[in-house]
């Protein structure tokens, strides 16, 4: 069975530019989460869907960052314009419902130059 | 407000020694769960177990065994007979009940640095 799926898996971008982070969930999955994990803060929840709807943002840290989740099998997670303070390895994860397992994507490393 | 301790941030051992990593959560919801995670050194976080809060027998999968204790809060993780494999973060994590209480709450992880 096909885990989460995260693309990319490196980048390395120039402050300043936008960086789309993308995710696709396992089949059946209705929640959705993106954390954030750096070595000052460790793992953080910035955001997490519920059948496609926005449940809590709280995490989010500032008006550059955005999420989106069209549809039950793809979402973004979009930062505009990005800094350095940025880099990170950023995770999507999937839950086929309340109190189930969470599963995480390989996650995506971000390195804003 | 959920809290996730793992008081050890780094722990070495040598091959086949057993290791025990802690774990003390915070949480003023009655029933939740609680999860370890293994991240590597390639950096993919593993699921390694789940524990409802009403259930606190303990288990065992192959080098690997768990103590929860609701009385203590402590939800620890031992691994007998390290192996170099064994080498990665440890992370608990804890979760609510309710659809409200969804999202994972992170310790701040265990490094295990097992020697050949």
């Known amino acids: 069975d096909a885990g989460v799926i995260q693309s990319p898996r490196h980048e390395v971008t120039e402050m300043g530019q936008e960086v789309t982070l993308r995710c696709k969930p396992i089949?059946?999955?209705?929640?959705l989460f993106w954390y954030r994990q750096t070595m000052m803060r460790g793992l953080e929840l910035l955001i997490y869907f519920n059948n496609n709807v926005p449940i809590d943002d709280s995490g989010m840290p500032e008006d550059r960052f955005s999420a989106k989740m069209p549809n039950a099998s793809f979402s973004t997670l979009k930062i505009q314009p990005s800094e350095p303070r940025d880099s990170a390895v950023y995770f999507c994860?999937?839950?086929?419902?309340?109190?189930?397992?969470?599963?995480f994507g390989e996650g995506s490393w971000l390195t804003v130059v | 407000a959920q809290k996730v301790t793992q008081a050890q941030t780094e722990i070495s051992v040598v091959e086949k020694e057993d290791v025990t990593l802690d774990c003390v959560y915070e949480t003023r919801d009655t029933t939740y769960y609680l999860f370890w995670y293994k991240q590597p050194p390639s950096g993919e976080l593993v699921f390694l177990i789940r524990r409802n809060s009403f259930d606190e027998q303990n288990e065992i999968s192959g080098r690997y065994s768990w103590n929860f204790q609701k009385s203590t809060s402590s939800f620890n993780f031992t691994i007998t007979a390290s192996q170099v494999v064994d080498s990665a973060v440890y992370f608990c994590?804890?979760?609510?009940?309710?659809?409200?209480?969804?999202?994972?709450?992170f310790g701040g992880g265990t490094r295990v640095l097992v020697k050949p």
């Open positions: 994590a804890l979760s609510g009940w309710e659809a409200a209480g969804n999202k994972l709450t």
């Open positions: 089949s059946g999955h209705d929640y």
């Open positions: 994860a999937s839950r086929g419902g309340p109190g189930n397992t969470i599963y």
